[in-house]
């Protein structure tokens, strides 16, 4: 069977710096590398993406060091796999260089039908929505995920914890 839906995601960030100043070069000086792989990964359908190729240089809120970056997928495990189980994640080891530290959740997952290509003002509500009800089949985390409407099965806990260093 064909799914009719599709995973998006967006998380979020502030970084510590201009993007031009030279202590960010390590972060942007490889968003090229990791959307490449972002690009040909198996189960990976879109990225939001602005002038520059990648979704640095769109203004979501007038907050010039607050960037987003959002993505769809054909599943949970796929973008699993490509957050924690490439490249992606060494640079994700080193977000402390460049970004300042979360005060909040800073990424959601939600279905969305086959097709449709979310808007990063739809990604920032599901985060807030996340934020403020916690997870359900309308916004929700690796950790609590829920089915695409389409699948009547529970959805596989998923850890990012064995992968990745994170904020600790």
């Known amino acids: 069977m064909v799914s009719t839906w599709q995973l998006a995601q967006i998380n979020v960030g502030t970084i510590k710096y201009p993007q031009e100043d030279p202590r960010m070069g390590g972060f942007m000086n490889r968003l090229d590398e990791i959307n490449a792989i972002a690009d040909t990964s198996l189960g990976f359908v879109w990225r939001l993406q602005g002038d520059s190729g ?21 599943s949970a495990k796929v973008l699993f796999d490509f957050v924690y189980k490439t490249t992606h994640t060494q640079v994700m080891v080193q977000r402390r260089d460049w970004f300042e530290r979360p005060q909040n959740l800073y ?62």
Request: charged fraction near 20%; hydrophobic fraction near 35%; charge should be negative.
């Open 54 to 74: 990648n979704a640095t240089d769109i203004d979501v809120g007038g907050e010039p060091l607050f960037i987003v970056n959002m993505s769809v997928w054909a």
């Open 107 to 168: 990424q959601v997952l939600w279905w969305i039908p086959t097709g449709h290509r979310p808007s990063a003002q739809e990604g920032l509500e599901r985060l807030q929505w996340l934020k403020d009800n916690g997870p359900s089949p309308h916004a929700f985390t690796f950790k609590t995920q829920f089915p695409s409407p389409d699948d009547r099965t529970k959805a596989d806990e998923m850890s990012p914890e064995p992968f990745c260093s994170g904020w600790n």
